[in-house]
């Protein structure tokens, strides 16, 4: 059951055409994870297959994980946890709000049990996890993000799969990065000739540490050529200005591919302002990664682009 639900066929690979790209002469591809399953969007997919076949092994019965309101990654492996039978607890930061937002509405309508801590006590994962093992016993544990070898493992096949469907190898890969696991994938897969870039969606040097961190684990990395880049969080994670919106709702109505707030419209905000600023060399290609994150956006537009009359159209 394992094997078919997390062999897919790969998700597909699309060109954009746009002004500014034809402008630099840079190729811009991008990889449509956001389209590789219906509720498990993207690079949470990605992150949690060789974590799930790690449970199977190992026969746990339930997962604990952390996650903040809106997480994708709460809301994946609620998900997966239903699907496979498998008791999921989601460590969640802030107060318990009711109604509770879509994402956690879905998460607990999977089954999934909520535990909520303050943004304070929330930051002792050590703490909590301590808690959580007198309270439930065993239990497989997955980090904030789902970040760990194996879902660095899981984000390698993104490039595999690009490999396979392009017939030469592209200069760059993007990908927006929070917990920095798939970033860590991409790089680990990719060629000593290839660059990585990373659009962080929050502030903060500590994710490059965690990213080395991550590879450390991995033998002999080909590539060196990888950065993160932060110039484009607009001030931290979900936050936000009107020109990012104005830029999301634009790039949908050119090329009919939505955008969430939090990670892939930052990074493609990034892209198109570095092509601006001359940053990549004429004749280059970039495949950038839509990691998903999608079923954000309906609590974004409800939580925090309300009262502004701004909204994700
Ligand atoms: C979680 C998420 C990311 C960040 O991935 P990390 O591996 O934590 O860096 C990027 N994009 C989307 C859409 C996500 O949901």
């Not at 630099?24 to 956001?34: A, G, I, P, Y």
């Not at 809106?70 to 008791?87: L, P, V």
């Not at 760059?172 to 696991?181: N, V």
């Not at 991550?214 to 080909?222: A, G, T, V």
Request: charged share 25%.
């Amino acid at each position: 059951m394992l094997n078919e639900f997390f062999n897919l066929p790969p998700s597909p690979v699309q060109e954009i055409f746009d002004d500014t790209l034809s402008e630099n002469q840079v190729r811009l591809f991008v990889k449509r994870d956001n389209l590789l399953h219906s509720s498990i969007s993207g690079n949470k997919f990605r992150k949690l297959k060789y974590n799930f076949f790690k449970i199977k092994e190992l026969e746990c019965q339930k997962i604990v994980t952390f996650g903040g309101a809106f997480s994708n990654h709460i809301q994946a492996t609620a998900a997966a946890g239903k699907y496979f039978g498998i008791e999921t607890i989601g460590i969640v930061r802030g107060e318990r709000t009711e109604p509770l937002n879509s994402t956690l509405h879905f998460a607990e309508h999977c089954g999934m049990k909520l535990h909520f801590f303050s943004r304070s006590d929330f930051r002792d994962k050590d703490l909590i996890i301590k808690q959580m093992e007198e309270e439930l016993g065993d239990f497989y544990f997955l980090p904030e993000g789902g970040s760990n070898s194996l879902a660095v493992r899981g984000c390698m096949e993104i490039v595999e799969e690009i490999d396979s469907q392009m017939p030469f190898k592209p200069d760059y890969f993007c990908t927006a990065c929070g917990t920095g696991g798939t970033l860590a994938g991409i790089i680990a897969a990719a060629k000593s000739s290839q660059k990585v870039i990373g659009f962080s969606a929050l502030k903060g040097a500590f994710l490059e540490r965690d990213v080395q961190r991550l590879l450390d684990i991995e033998e002999d990395i080909p590539c060196k050529n990888w950065q993160i880049i932060d110039d484009y969080c607009f001030g931290g994670y979900a936050k936000w200005q009107p020109e990012l919106i104005h830029f999301i709702n634009d790039f949908k109505r050119k090329h009919s591919i939505i955008l969430d707030p939090i990670y892939t419209g930052k990074m493609f905000f990034g892209i198109f302002d570095l092509l601006k600023k001359r940053f990549f060399r004429p004749n280059i290609t970039i495949v950038a990664i839509h990691t998903g994150g999608l079923q954000g956006i309906e609590g974004f537009n409800q939580m925090k682009l309300k009262k502004s009359g701004f909204k994700i159209e």
